[in-house]
């Protein structure tokens, strides 16, 4: 008998663009007759394997996910193959973005792109309910705030960039990485910055211009920990009252803002990007 040869992961991927995209002219037939009102039903994808013939990667199998930067952030395709992945690249760079992970197992990159409905979503695919633990409650952040010098601008734009690649996913990545030497150069020294230390390692930093909160950025690695929260009461010492500007995508940082006491008060388009954002304000008559 011959051996039926197992597709791997990469061809059943093609498999499955080119029966959506492409259909065999003998579908399109059969969906014309079913239209026309005939009762005969469309005949099976050739190219789509059947459940007995998918190839299940193994648990370290190194996988390469590649997704629309500007668009809305969908996956084009999921690869084990790195040099057809720079082919697709090459195509358009500007545009699409890739990560790597291993099949099975978290990926924290990709998580962190999600907002609150989608990451529901994907439990209910995954099928892993949380276990009912008791999550420890983290523990106030104990470092201090001072006023940043000239020293500190290196690491200050070094956290700018990580966190905006972080929590801008909808933004290229060449738009954060062209501006880090303008952050450097033109934006922080124009501005009243402040740097939160936990010992002698910088972990975010605020920068004022006039009662504008300009920036707050935390490192990746300790964000989720109060230390925004700690940069935020800070600038509210300051200053009266506050105003920023926030993407309305950046969906995470507009509830931070708005649990702080902040009130949307206009809608307007980023000139440089093109995005939607959001002004916010924080009055110091309104506090109780």
């Known amino acids: 008998m011959k051996k039926t040869k197992r597709n791997s992961l990469l061809r059943q991927t093609l498999g ?24 005969e039903h469309l005949p099976q994808p050739e190219l789509l394997p059947g459940p007995s013939d998918i190839k299940i990667p193994s648990g370290s199998q190194e996988l390469i996910v590649v997704w629309d930067a500007l668009g809305d ?25 890739f990560y790597r992970c291993v099949f099975g197992q978290p990926t924290t990159q990709a998580i962190d792109w999600l907002d609150e409905t ?16 008791e999550k420890p409650v983290p523990a106030e952040p104990s470092g201090t705030i001072r006023a940043a010098t000239s020293e500190d601008v290196n690491r200050m734009v070094e956290i700018w960039l990580q966190a905006s690649l972080k929590a801008h996913n909808f933004v290229s990545s060449d ?38 909160l ?36 950046n969906s995470h940082s507009v509830k931070f803002y708005s649990h702080n006491g902040f009130s949307v008060i206009q809608s307007q388009k980023d000139p440089h990007t093109g995005q939607s954002e959001l002004i916010m304000q924080y009055c110091g008559d309104q506090r109780k």
């Open 16 to 39: 499955l663009f080119i029966n959506l995209f492409c259909p065999p002219a003998s579908n399109k037939r059969a969906f014309k007759r079913e239209i026309a009102g005939t009762t």
């Open 118 to 133: 989608q990451r529901h979503e994907l439990e209910k695919v995954l099928c892993r309910p949380e276990p009912d633990i």
């Open 73 to 97: 952030g969908r996956v084009v395709g999921v690869f084990d193959n790195e040099e057809l992945v720079k082919k697709i690249l090459a195509v358009n760079p500007y545009y699409y973005r």
């Open 214 to 249: 300009a920036a707050l950025f935390v490192a990746p690695n300790r964000q989720n920990c109060g230390i925004g929260r700690k940069l935020l009461d800070y600038a509210k010492t300051l200053r009266h009252n506050l105003s920023l500007a926030v993407y309305e995508k």
């Open 175 to 212: 738009f954060w990485e062209q501006n880090a030497i303008q952050m450097r150069d033109k934006y922080l020294p124009a501005a009243e910055n402040y740097v939160y230390c936990e010992g002698t390692v910088i972990s975010g930093f605020m920068s004022l211009q006039k009662d504008s």
